[in-house]
């Protein structure tokens, strides 16, 4: 039985587990996918001491993204352009990263909410890790320009700077968001814990839809404050689904159903 698990701190509310279990059941994978908790300044020995132990791959997740980038001995093109990496996996002596977080993003967005990103003017709100892996999926599917607004305006811009090659990038702090996106995502963590930053309510202007990259049982309070507004969205639950099936497709070499297992798990 190969052995896979999620790695971060905290992992005890990953999802992943389960996603996997049910991918693995629906495709008649032998393995066995668990949860690993890594201190926070003991990643690099804890990605060791799994893979020494004959691990197969696994999943990163917060804190560890950009340190997995800097400890893989290999690094797949989307990793690279990331800087970041969620997928870890054996291969002979070394370990491989790469990223998918990003396909993941846009397999949500266009496969199953049929979102139309071609010539769209897209708002991400953050500046994170989890932005740099998104941004290049996002101009491939088609989308034209990408403003990165930022509570932290140097932050945002270095992550535009360095997308400034994949297409028509503006960095700005979160004050000076533009008025004119299609599609406002989020990304800003601080969500996760229950409060939205002050938005003007006019970043909402345009946009047919809002996504935010965080998910909860419960409507996210970035996904309140633009259902308030009138603007209805997704959260991120389906993006962690695709990007786990990308992660799995990589490992074993099939690719699973991600609607049965989102309406498995969600119920929607
Ligand atoms: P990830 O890798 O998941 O994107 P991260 O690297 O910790 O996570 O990034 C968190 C993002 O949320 C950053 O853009 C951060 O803004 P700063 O760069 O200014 O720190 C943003 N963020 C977190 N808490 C916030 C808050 N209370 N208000 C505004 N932005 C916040």
């Known amino acids: 039985t190969d052995t896979y698990a999620v790695i971060g701190h905290p992992i005890e509310h990953s999802r992943s587990p389960d996603i996997h279990a ?25 990605i060791q001491a799994f893979f020494a132990a004959g691990g197969a791959g696994l999943n990163v997740t917060l804190p560890f993204k950009q340190e997995a ?8 093109e989307r990793a690279q352009r990331a800087s970041a990496v969620n997928t870890l996996m054996a291969r002979g ?18 496969g199953r909410l049929g979102t139309d990103l071609a ?14 892996g998104v941004v290049p999926n996002l101009f491939a599917a088609g989308v034209a320009r990408i403003t990165i607004a ?10 535009a700077e360095s997308c400034l090659r994949m297409g028509s990038i503006a960095a700005c702090g979160l004050d000076e968001a533009p008025f004119d ?17 002050a938005l003007d309510d006019r970043v909402l202007t345009r ?40 992660s799995f497709a990589l490992w074993r070499g ?13 119920g929607c």
């Open 69 to 76: 980038f800097e400890r893989a001995d290999t690094l797949s």
């Open 254 to 266: 099939i690719r699973p159903d991600t609607r049965a297992v989102i309406t498995a798990l969600r």
């Open 181 to 197: 996106a299609d599609l406002v995502i989020n990304a800003i963590s601080a969500g996760l814990a229950g409060e939205m930053p």
């Open 22 to 46: 049910l991918f693995a059941a629906q495709t008649g994978q032998d393995m066995h996918y668990g949860r690993r908790s890594a201190p926070v300044d003991g990643f690099a020995a804890s």
């Open 93 to 110: 002596d070394e370990i491989h990263g790469d990223n998918t977080d990003g396909a993941g993003l846009v397999a949500d967005l266009v």
């Open 119 to 132: 010539g769209a003017r897209v708002l991400i709100l953050g500046a994170g890790g989890a932005v740099r």
């Open 207 to 246: 946009a047919r839809a809002v996504y935010d990259m965080i998910y909860a049982d419960t409507a996210t309070p970035f996904l309140r404050w633009a259902r308030d507004r009138g603007v209805a969205g997704e959260d991120g639950f389906g993006m962690l689904v695709e990007q786990a099936a990308e």
């Open 150 to 159: 930022n509570r932290t305006r140097a932050k945002s811009q270095s992550v």
